[in-house]
DNA sequence: ACCGACTGTCACGGTAGCGTCACAATTCAT
DNA sequence: ATGAATTGTGACGCTACCGTGACAGTCGGT
């Protein structure tokens, strides 16, 4: 589960070290160094969780906290604070605040990771690494393969991708803005009627196996992929 | 799973204990009480991992990480450090240095072992010292030697290595970064396209028995070693 | 000190996959 | 039934990605 991390810090170091692990951890570090540039950020590349420092010059972290949750468009994302060892007292205060959650320094990389996990899983329990199984359709993510009634099915990256959504949130419509958002990434920008040409895709190559009827169209609003 | 482990520490008594404590949890310690004894023990029985006292007389135990960083042989070896609970403000430091995990003396037994567990396992997962064979295939770790067909493939260090951890995770797609940093080791900065160039130079190592055909490239993501 | 083995990086070329368009087919409202 | 809206389909250039060969640097052994 790669995502989009924004991290507000001021010290470089920490920031590079942290940045750096997240990175290793197949995660996309954004940085800011204070508040203010988050701000900017979030509004542009909405990122899947945010870690902001305790303390920043100029805005606060818990400043900065209590601004993304008052804006309706960030007030989703998740926070994690980084607080040095000094107050527990000033957690209370701080989860009032809205941060999901803490980590004080110093932390091991090990347990940063942990806490993001836990994070993201709490806020997007979707998109596994298991294996997906629709009725004759099977396909599994570690070994990127796709059967069909037990027969290969090759596809593309994209296809690929589109096919794992679909199967993950099988048996609900998925407009094409979502599907774009969801499988392509909500900062690309794409015609919409490039998503029929996957689906078309898609179609055809689940053909041989009889499936493709599995992908259904559902007029004036987007597609669906369904069992029966 | 036992492994070989170094400890490198100054004070008797608790290489003493430490030492004690990794043979009751079954693995075999190599011992040095200063690091260019570790140096040197390190290059002659490569170790699956090393505990390193921050404090040494001499070289200090983030210049050895870094030395071992910086060797190509041993970059790969994880390493956990011993750091006093007065040194913890320099954690983050240290993490840049290369060390994989921290433990804060005092720690408990249980403390230890579960790091070293953990980061033996987060390595090289089931990457053991039995026979691995897939197919034809066939690789044993202790003689170093693999063989296609019953012919004998003679591979470089990195290509027996990259050869190794296929086949302890095959069928499963692995992208450049995990290669990377399972068989290069998380801490090395390589290019990714570095991993194609050794895939071809394994591929074209397997080719005299035919098998080169077992490494698959999915487009988009990464290598897969595959028996079908 | 020389040589050979091995490694990491680069550049070049081929191509699979992608996004877009144009047009055909289908569905819906009037 | 007819036109408008929506979706299916095939084709086409373009890009990113991957395979491949070459090359320089490093290290160890003789």
């Known amino acids: 589960m790669p995502a989009t ?22 995660h996309q570090p954004l940085r800011a160094d204070n508040a203010e540039q988050a701000v900017n950020l979030v509004s542009n590349a909405l990122p899947d969780l945010i870690l902001v420092d305790w303390m920043l010059p100029g805005m606060s972290g818990i400043d900065l906290a209590r601004r993304l949750r008052g804006d309706r468009r960030t007030r989703a994302v998740p926070i994690i604070m980084l607080t040095a060892r000094s107050e527990e007292q000033d957690k209370l205060l701080g989860l009032d605040t809205g941060a999901d959650d803490y980590i004080t320094k110093p932390f091991s990389p090990r347990e940063l990771n942990a806490r993001i996990k836990a994070v993201l899983r709490r806020r997007a329990p979707q998109m596994t690494d298991d294996v997906s199984q629709l009725g004759a359709l099977r396909l599994d993510p570690a070994s990127h393969r ?17 096919l794992h959504f679909l199967m993950t949130h099988a048996e609900r419509v998925h407009t094409r803005t979502q599907l774009l958002d969801q499988v392509w990434g909500d900062h690309v920008f794409v015609e919409e009627r490039t998503v029929d040409v996957h689906i078309r895709r898609l179609r ?5 196996s009889g499936l493709d009827r599995m992908i259904q169209t559902v007029r004036g609003t987007g597609y669906r992929l369904s069992a029966g």
């Open 146 to 162: 796709v059967t069909g009634n037990d027969e290969p099915i090759d596809l593309g990256p994209t296809e690929f991708r589109l």
């Open 204 to 208: 055809k190559a689940l053909e041989p």
């Open 5 to 26: 991390i924004l991290v507000v810090e001021d010290e470089p170091a920490i920031q590079e070290l942290i940045a750096y692990n997240l990175k290793q951890a197949g």
